[in-house]
């Protein structure tokens, strides 16, 4: 009797030794899952970082260009002006 109660009690430890085996394996599996999805959510992030840095700048450019073209504007006197507008390449004779 007393071996049969021996034996169960290792078969129940090696089942045990099993359950924390597959544990281990699932639980290490689903942070290896999540450490990929973190890695790949900091790429993205970098990468909108990049454009939207890339646009801020493409907009500092274009206030500038608007800046200087309203400088160099206010410094035409009226005739000066009226006769850039008549060269423009936006003005079509109707």
């Known amino acids: 009797m007393s071996l049969i109660a021996n ?3 290792e078969i129940l430890a090696g089942l045990a030794f099993i359950a924390a085996i597959l544990s281990a394996y699932f639980g290490g599996k689903k942070i290896g ?4 999805q973190a890695k790949a959510d900091v790429t993205a992030a970098k990468v909108e970082s990049a454009q939207v840095a890339a646009v801020a700048e493409k907009q500092k450019e274009n206030v500038k260009v608007v800046k200087d073209v309203q400088a160099t504007n206010s410094a035409l006197s009226d005739s000066d002006a009226r006769a850039k507008l008549r060269q423009s390449s936006f003005n079509r004779p109707e």
């Open 7 to 9: 034996w169960w009690t």
């Open 33 to 36: 899952t999540t450490q990929t």
